[in-house]
């Protein structure tokens, strides 16, 4: 009797815990949607609260603004050699930012010719020249001044839309300020460099030609060179940790993907391998200032031969190192200024600088080929930037050869300035593809793998 009630209890207890698990059941099924969406973000975000929310990423939009800019700095960089080419820098004689916008017209060319005609250009190479052929050189230069301007203004009014709409991440604002503060420099810099051109003093020695300061020549494509790689590096950063950090959807990359962008391997091997490549990439700078001061000198216009420099494979040392450079009575600065001054000295740095770009970018394509540790740890991106930066520096090391042998004509002359902004660029590329992510999209993928953990 009594095992029959125990029975009979069980049986009721099992249907009472059935019946309110039932109840329970039916009550939600009759809850609105909204109601159980709302509980399931609920519990998503409790499962998350273990990690602390990372900082904002940089939005893909900058990203693409930031090709933009670097896209319009490198045009500016190849229209300036244009200029230079053409000799037709130094026919604005005034810096108006303002007024400058527009051309001339009317009564108001004859004023400017009139300017122009108090130059040393004027009056040692270019005495005889028309109105006409005044108005050709002065639009090519004040095409150039307004590319300038329109970078500022492509840069100025995105920046503060972006900076104010918070998608620029704290890290970021910083280069995106840097990068406002050295195109603003730049255009100072460019007036100074022409007014080196616009003084009679800088020119009364015998055999003087009327051209602006080499020293000043360089500086101003050297700092165009700089922002033009901080700004292309700025933009493959955010876009790289974006992809990161946040790529691939509400989940994120999967680990495959993540690995095809990062690498695998070594860190050590990895990071040894990025300090080459930076090395090669401030190789590449080096030589693109001293082809400036190639340029500023006319350097390539004497030994139009290659590999030979007259007799030899280098010019007597009685011409590399000529004492008339020397302006210390001790001779102190024989060899500095030989070196920054002498046309022949200049062309052969150039030529050495060039020579080892060609052989330590070959070297590093080879060591990553060859070595099988460097091989496995290198990203698939980075390999293809390898490539790249090997057949842009044979074409680059082409394109000096053939402007050297056929007298620097222009369209190679030019040809070649824009040779070296695409060497630049694939070597920025290159690094880019080895940087480690940053903080904020490391955080990112922290939370994103924590997510995937807990289950949400």
Same mark, same amino acid.
């Given at each position: 009797?009594?095992?029959?009630?125990?029975?009979?209890?069980?049986?009721?207890?099992?249907?009472?815990?059935?019946?309110?698990?039932?109840?329970?059941?039916?009550?939600?099924?009759?809850?609105?949607?909204?109601?159980?969406?709302?509980?399931?973000?609920?519990?998503?975000?409790?499962?998350?609260?273990?990690?602390p929310p990372p900082p904002p990423l940089t939005h893909p939009a900058v990203s693409k603004w930031l090709y933009s800019v670097s896209a319009l700095i490198a045009g500016i960089v190849v229209v300036g050699g244009f200029t230079r080419l053409t000799e037709s820098g130094l026919s604005i004689t005034e810096w108006?930012?303002?007024?400058?916008?527009?051309?001339?017209?009317?009564?108001?060319?004859?004023?400017?010719?009139?300017?122009?005609?108090?130059?040393?250009?004027?009056?040692?190479?270019?005495?005889?020249?028309?109105?006409?052929?005044?108005?050709?050189?002065?639009?090519?230069?004040?095409?150039?001044?307004?590319?300038?301007?329109?970078?500022?203004?492509?840069?100025?009014?995105?920046?503060?839309?972006?900076?104010?709409?918070?998608?620029?991440?704290?890290?970021?604002?910083?280069?995106?300020?840097?990068?406002?503060?050295?195109?603003?420099?730049?255009?100072?810099?460019?007036?100074?460099?022409?007014?080196?051109?616009?003084?009679?003093?800088?020119?009364?020695?015998?055999?003087?030609?009327?051209?602006?300061?080499?020293?000043?020549?360089?500086?101003?494509?050297?700092?165009?060179?700089?922002?033009?790689?901080?700004?292309?590096?700025?933009?493959?950063?955010?876009?790289?940790?974006?992809?990161?950090?946040?790529?691939?959807?509400?989940?994120?990359?999967?680990?495959?993907?993540?690995?095809?962008?990062?690498?695998?391997?070594?860190?050590?091997?990895?990071?040894?391998?990025?300090?080459?490549?930076?090395?090669? %990439?401030?190789?590449?700078?080096? &030589?693109? @200032?001293?082809? $400036?001061?190639? /340029? *500023?000198?006319? #350097?390539? =216009?004497?030994?139009?031969?290659?590999?030979?420099?007259?007799?030899?494979?280098?010019?007597?040392?009685?011409?590399?190192?000529?004492?008339?450079?020397?302006?210390?009575?001790?001779?102190?600065?024989?060899?500095?200024?030989?070196?920054?001054?002498?046309?022949?000295?200049?062309?052969?740095?150039?030529?050495?600088?060039?020579?080892?770009?060609?052989?330590?970018?070959?070297?590093?394509?080879?060591?990553?080929?060859?070595?099988?540790?460097?091989?496995?740890?290198?990203?698939?991106?980075?390999?293809?930037?390898?490539?790249?930066?090997?057949?842009?520096?044979?074409?680059?090391?082409?394109?000096?050869?053939?402007? %050297?042998?056929?007298?620097?004509? &222009?369209? @190679?002359?030019? $040809?070649?300035? /824009? *040779?070296?902004? #695409?060497? =630049?660029?694939?070597?920025?590329?290159?690094?880019?593809?080895?940087?480690?992510?940053?903080?904020?999209?490391?955080?990112?993928?922290?939370?994103?793998?924590?997510?995937?953990?807990?289950?949400?």
């Amino acid at each position: 009797m009594m095992g029959l009630m125990r029975v009979s209890g069980t049986i009721a207890g099992s249907g009472l815990r059935m019946s309110s698990r039932s109840c329970t059941l039916s009550r939600l099924q009759l809850q609105p949607r909204f109601t159980l969406k709302r509980r399931l973000l609920t519990t998503q975000s409790t499962a998350q609260k273990s990690l602390p929310p990372p900082p904002p990423l940089t939005h893909p939009a900058v990203s693409k603004w930031l090709y933009s800019v670097s896209a319009l700095i490198a045009g500016i960089v190849v229209v300036g050699g244009f200029t230079r080419l053409t000799e037709s820098g130094l026919s604005i004689t005034e810096w108006k930012p303002i007024t400058g916008v527009t051309l001339p017209r009317g009564e108001q060319w004859i004023v400017e010719f009139e300017k122009y005609k108090q130059t040393p250009e004027f009056k040692m190479l270019n005495s005889r020249i028309t109105l006409d052929d005044f108005k050709s050189i002065y639009m090519m230069e004040w095409a150039h001044r307004l590319f300038g301007r329109a970078i500022g203004v492509a840069f100025l009014f995105p920046a503060g839309y972006f900076v104010a709409r918070r998608q620029v991440s704290r890290g970021m604002r910083w280069g995106v300020a840097g990068i406002g503060a050295g195109i603003a420099f730049q255009g100072f810099l460019g007036w100074y460099m022409v007014e080196s051109g616009l003084k009679d003093e800088n020119f009364a020695h015998v055999g003087a030609h009327p051209r602006v300061s080499q020293y000043r020549l360089s500086a101003h494509l050297g700092a165009a060179l700089a922002l033009y790689v901080a700004t292309l590096y700025a933009g493959l950063a955010a876009a790289r940790d974006w992809r990161v950090g946040r790529g691939g959807g509400v989940s994120g990359l999967s680990a495959e993907s993540v690995e095809k962008i990062l690498g695998s391997g070594s860190t050590k091997t990895l990071r040894n391998f990025r300090r080459i490549a930076r090395g090669g %990439l401030g190789v590449v700078f080096i &030589t693109a @200032l001293s082809g $400036a001061f190639v /340029a *500023g000198l006319d #350097a390539g =216009l004497i030994y139009n031969e290659f590999p030979w420099m007259g007799t030899g494979i280098t010019p007597p040392a009685a011409e590399l190192w000529d004492a008339r450079y020397a302006q210390n009575e001790d001779g102190s600065d024989l060899w500095w200024r030989n070196m920054l001054e002498n046309p022949s000295t200049v062309q052969m740095d150039h030529r050495i600088m060039a020579t080892t770009t060609l052989i330590g970018t070959l070297a590093m394509h080879a060591l990553a080929a060859r070595n099988p540790a460097i091989r496995k740890a290198l990203p698939p991106l980075t390999k293809q930037m390898l490539k790249l930066t090997t057949g842009v520096s044979l074409l680059q090391v082409s394109l000096g050869i053939s402007t %050297l042998l056929y007298l620097v004509p &222009t369209p @190679l002359a030019a $040809a070649h300035q /824009a *040779g070296s902004v #695409a060497l =630049l660029s694939s070597y920025v590329a290159l690094v880019a593809s080895l940087r480690r992510p940053g903080l904020a999209a490391r955080m990112h993928r922290r939370v994103l793998e924590h997510a995937k953990r807990v289950g949400v």
